[in-house]
């Protein structure tokens, strides 16, 4: 069974650009989790989906990101316009139901210029 | 969430047992403890997750004691390829996983 997939692994940007991540869970899950990791800090949760709603969003840093997931599968992570402050790694999870187990991709590193 | 406080760092040699301990001292009633581990370049990986007592599985085991204060991660035998970084997370699990809250983990290097 496919795991978490990510993509890209790797995007560089300059500032002002924009970028959009995509993730595709675990076929199933209905839960979609967004985290990322800026450099130096710690893993820190985004937002969640479930199917296609946005279960909690209250960590969306301001409203250059947006997250997406259009018919409850894939979902995709944009950042407009892009600043230099958000050059890390997102990573995506998917879990079905809640047993406290998320399967994490590989996350997408993203690095502004 | 409860904050938890673990060692920075820790190194052993291959076929050792590691403990890593993880103090948590405001958990709630309601929170389980969980274990992700996670190597350079790849996201983390759940390990293990317990309410009380003790767990175990094919890779760890966790124990807590009365109080729930604290919890100690269990890798028997250790190899190199267990060298990674270990989180150590407590929150209202599996009830609500939307805000897993990772510290900054133990980041443990295995010797041969």
């Known amino acids: 069974e496919a795991g978490v997939t990510q993509f890209p692994s790797h995007s560089v940007i300059e500032k002002g650009q924009t970028v959009t991540l995509r993730c595709d869970p675990i076929s199933g899950h209905d839960n979609l989790y967004w985290y990322r990791r800026v450099m130096g800090k710690e893993i820190k949760f985004l937002l969640h989906?479930?199917?296609?709603?946005?279960?909690?969003e209250s960590g969306m840093p301001n409203n250059r990101f947006l997250a997406e997931r259009t018919g409850g599968t894939y979902s995709t992570l944009k950042v407009q316009p892009a600043e230099l402050e958000d050059s890390g790694v997102y990573f995506c999870?998917?879990?079905?139901?809640?047993?406290?187990?998320?399967?994490f991709g590989e996350g997408s590193r993203l690095t502004v210029l | 969430l409860a904050k938890t406080t673990q060692p920075i760092s820790m190194d052993s040699y291959e076929g050792q047992e590691v403990n890593i301990t993880c103090s948590h001292n405001?958990?709630?009633?309601?929170?389980?403890i969980t274990w992700y581990q996670q190597f350079p370049s790849q996201g983390p990986r759940f390990i293990i997750q317990g309410y009380k007592t003790k767990v175990t599985n094919e890779v760890a085991s966790l124990f807590i004691p009365a109080d729930r204060k604290s919890s100690t991660l269990s890798l028997p035998r250790v190899s190199l390829s267990d060298t990674a970084v270990y989180y150590c997370?407590?929150?209202?699990?599996?009830?609500?996983?939307?805000?897993?809250?990772f510290g900054t983990g133990t980041r443990l290097q295995v010797f041969p």
């Open positions: 989906f479930v199917k296609e709603s946005k279960q909690d």
């Open positions: 405001n958990i709630a009633t309601n929170d389980y």
């Open positions: 997370l407590v929150g209202d699990s599996p009830r609500n996983t939307d805000k897993l809250i």
């Open positions: 999870a998917s879990s079905q139901g809640f047993t406290g187990e998320l399967f």
